[in-house]
């Protein structure tokens, strides 16, 4: 199953309908791509799911204490592996970063964590056996065009993060923001890949 494909095809149709073409917030963008998903591929066996608890996959809470945005997975009726309860599992998280909610520098570094997450995420399933194939995205949906465009380094700590975007984002990356104001964020992510924002 190509899940980058989906959605890219879940874009192609919503912008070819006749009304306005606008997410007005996450949860919204999440109810709407969960649905389409679920009308292309119930009839292949998949399951679509919104805020899945990972104990799904066997994974302890204490270890990884997150809920997923979008789960994909099909249960496997024919493995050979007594552990793998799912052929394939696809976790997708999802943001959607708008101009009129300000705060840009959280919100890049936001998407990075998201990232960062769904690394562990992967790790943690692998982990458990129950799943033979497992593929993990981030999607960031913006109008704000410092996520892809160059930012006058005047402003240094958007430049900074900004500049992950642009170059790739991989490494140890920390918040733009003291500690105070970072809410419960962490004040620092080590990313494993390499990643290129398309």
Do not use: W
């Not at 007594?82 to 970063?97: D, H």
């Not at 959280?106 to 990075?112: A, H, N, Q, V, W």
């Amino acid at each position: 199953m190509n899940l980058l494909a989906l959605i890219s095809q879940f874009f192609a149709t919503y912008s070819q309908c006749n009304f306005d073409f606008y997410f007005y917030n996450e949860a919204a963008l999440k109810m709407e791509l969960c649905m389409f998903l679920q009308s292309v591929l119930c009839k292949s066996g998949y399951k679509v799911q919104v805020e899945r608890n990972i104990s799904l996959f066997g994974i302890n809470p204490k270890v990884y204490p997150h809920k997923v945005d979008i789960i994909i997975f099909k249960p496997d009726y024919q493995t050979h592996n007594a552990l793998a309860l799912y052929s394939e599992c696809y976790a997708l998280e999802v943001k959607l970063p708008l101009k009129s909610t300000g705060q840009l520098p959280i919100r890049m570094y936001d998407s990075i964590v998201d990232m960062k997450l769904m690394e562990d995420f992967k790790c943690e399933v692998r982990r458990s056996g129950k799943c033979t194939i497992v593929k993990t995205f981030v999607l960031t949906l913006t109008d704000n065009n410092n996520f892809y465009n160059n930012v006058s380094p005047s402003n240094t700590q958007l430049a900074k993060i900004a500049s992950y975007f642009q170059n790739g984002i991989h490494g140890t990356i920390l918040t733009p923001y003291k500690k105070r104001f970072n809410g419960n964020r962490p004040m620092k992510v080590t990313v494993i890949g390499q990643y290129n924002v398309n």
